[in-house]
């Protein structure tokens, strides 16, 4: 049975005239004949009584063009959905994405892809850059944004974010009131960081800078998030080097100053798998003004 033999079916039992049926398939009659008779011998049972002055739909018949009519649209709607996936306006994307990224302009970008494709389904959840990556290579996320730039070879990765880390010091801390502070001056002060076993790179990136400055920290507190690390400090529980975008937390009782020396940077990249061109992906990556052909 194939879809074509459905179509002239439908059709023929609309206008339960072979003649008309055939102009409205723009077909001749005898192909409208065979293709009945096919599906007859298909289904096993007779679809049409005719005779020289009608044609009428037998019990099969009536039967049959509920379904063949059901079939015929999800039919064409599956091949719709086929074809706006193809383009990126339909389907679904799965992104990942480290706790930062929501003030690195995620929310908006977000929300210029969906009003662009409100038909795609998108899911967001946050993990670290390892958890990320290990979802990216087993196919269970789309996209991701990592803190890493360390990546398989079966993904692509492209920077996007690169700015300078700023103290995080209690609203009532002494170097509070400074325009910069060097990272020397944080010497003696008890730390918040990053844990060393969410983000490797973000941990040794921060204990270098302090080292660059002559010291090793002391890290009183290990958190998960970078929102954990500026609400323990706005509590006075310790201070923090965190990247300049935290400052859009706005929590209460913490204030960000620049370093007065060139530290290493904090960055962000956008990651996906390599392979065959995915059109959501790709409309995503637009709208966070991503260059895929940039990506290593």
């Not at 044609?55 to 719709?80: D, F, I, W």
């Not at 700023?166 to 960081?193: G, I, K, W, Y």
């Not at 204030?255 to 061109?277: I, T, Y």
Request: glycine letters at 6%; one cysteine or more.
């Amino acid at each position: 049975m194939e879809l074509r033999h459905l179509r002239y079916f439908v059709v023929l039992a609309k206008e339960l005239h072979f003649g008309r049926a055939a102009r409205r398939l723009a077909i001749s009659q005898p192909p409208l004949s065979v293709a009945i008779r096919q599906l007859e011998d298909a289904v096993g049972a007779r679809l049409f009584d005719r005779n020289s002055k009608e044609v009428r739909l037998t019990p099969a018949g009536e039967a049959l063009q509920t379904s063949a009519t059901l079939l015929l649209r999800q039919a064409e709607e599956a091949a719709l959905q086929a074809r706006d996936v193809s383009l990126g306006s339909a389907g679904r994307l799965r992104i990942g994405f480290v706790g930062a990224m929501l003030y690195r302009g995620l929310p908006p970008a977000l929300r210029k892809f969906q009003a662009k494709h409100p038909a795609v389904r998108v899911t967001m959840v946050e993990l670290n850059s390892g958890e990320q990556i290990v979802e990216l290579l087993h196919d269970r996320l789309d996209l991701g944004f990592v803190h890493t730039s360390r990546m398989p070879a079966e993904l692509r990765h492209v920077l996007l974010v690169s700015e300078p880390f700023v103290a995080c010091l209690p609203v009532d801390h002494r170097l509070a009131r400074r325009r910069t502070v060097s990272t020397a001056s944080l010497r003696d002060e008890p730390f918040v960081l990053f844990s060393r076993s969410v983000s490797p790179d973000y941990h040794e990136r921060i204990l270098s800078i302090c080292a660059q400055a002559g010291f090793r920290p002391e890290v009183r507190h290990e958190v998960r998030h970078w929102l954990s690390v500026v609400s323990l400090v706005s509590q006075g529980m310790g201070v923090a080097l965190v990247p300049s975008a935290m400052r859009h937390t706005a929590l209460r009782g913490a204030v960000f100053r620049p370093l007065e020396e060139e530290v290493a940077r904090s960055e962000a990249f956008c990651v996906w798998r390599d392979g065959p061109e995915n059109a959501v992906v790709q409309g995503f990556l637009r709208a966070m003004q991503v260059d895929p052909s940039s990506a290593a």
